[in-house]
């Protein structure tokens, strides 16, 4: 299920942010690929989680939780800081449960598990 903020949060926020996009505050910078200190004064227009409800997965409970953005750094972070975030948590889940991608390993490589000699035999490693 996924959390939003509510109404009443999303008024707190953007009365917060004077409409102007809060990328990098409290040091998100990095989060928003900005250097250090950076700002940016476009109009916000979006509400971004900080931490990837994807990741988080629990109800919000402080305005803190989230930053009155612009669509490009709303993305820009999606893009480059949560979905690399979400793959590898998927994928550590997929393994606990034993789920695994569809596998064909290059027949020959070590991963496949025979050897080919150069004389043409053919034998289990
Ligand atoms: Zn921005």
Redesign the pocket.
């Known amino acids: 299920m996924r959390h939003n903020f509510t109404v009443k949060q999303q008024r707190q926020m953007a009365a917060r942010s004077g409409g102007v ?1 809060e ?1 990098g505050k409290g040091e998100t910078e990095a989060m928003y690929g900005m250097e250090d200190g950076e700002t ?1 004064d ?1 109009p916000a227009t979006e509400f971004d989680h900080v931490v990837a409800d994807a990741l988080k997965r629990t109800k919000i409970m402080s305005i803190d939780e989230g930053l009155h ?2 669509g ?2 709303h993305n820009n972070k999606t893009q480059d800081h949560d979905m690399p975030k979400i793959r590898k948590v998927n994928r550590i889940v997929d393994k606990s449960q034993g789920i695994r991608p569809n596998y064909r390993p290059i027949p020959g490589s070590k991963a496949s598990g025979i050897r080919k000699r150069m004389n043409g035999q053919i034998e289990w490693r």
């Open positions: 996009c990328a940016c476009e953005v612009c490009f750094h």
